[in-house]
């Protein structure tokens, strides 16, 4: 494993920190990421800047500059590059883990009911950087995308059992709080193992909403359907009548 070395200049870390303590953080964070940096650069190439070796795998072609946001702000990293084989690097494979689960955190906020502006100011907090309240909708938008994309996909299985319900929950809807109904519709297969078929959300439950229970294709609802429980809610009884099973 290659060898860290970090320099780090006394005065100027004693003076940011009598001034600044997250400027003095960040500093120190920036130069021992870089240092990270190199050690990864010479133990790829296995040679030391400048040093001639047999060992050697290729060369240094300069470096380039990349920011990093961390939860103490905003870093610039300087990331070696190499002639021939691309630099690999574990520091920004670890961050997008990191953003990853940034990501799902404001999508999880939003989903809860908190407001995007909100939204972004506890992030501006706890990163130290801006995101835009659009930044914030961006996210949820490819979160709505995947929920679609979970609803819309086709049904191969069999599932002898049924279950459907509705509870109601308190969402955002116009810049207003209103009660809406969540509907849903779960199937049990011949393994016993169950998996959620469907689900909407209306404003309330009746006839028409429950018709999201009737077939849309073929696909869309599984087969030979033995039992169906249920409450006995008039739009439940409504769409099996008219042949879900």
Known sequence: MAQLNITLNQEEILQLLSKDHDQAFRELLRKSLNSILMAESTAQLKAEPYERSEERTDSRNGTRERELKTRIGKITLTVPRHRNVPFKTLVFENYSRSEAALIASMAEM????????????????????????????????????????????????????????????????????????FMIAYGTNHEGHREILGFEVYDNESKETWKFLSPKTEKTWPPRLLMITSDAHEGIQDAVSKGIS
Do not use: Q, W
């Open 110 to 181: 939003v989903v809860s009911g908190v407001a995007t502006r909100k939204v972004s100011n506890i992030m501006e907090t706890l990163c130290g950087t801006t995101f835009s309240k659009s930044s914030v909708s961006e996210v949820c938008k490819d979160l709505i995308e995947k929920v679609n994309e979970f609803k819309d996909r086709p049904l191969t299985g069999d599932y002898p059992f049924l279950i459907v319900d509705a509870t109601y929950f308190k969402v955002r809807d116009k810049h207003r709080i209103v009660s809406k109904a």
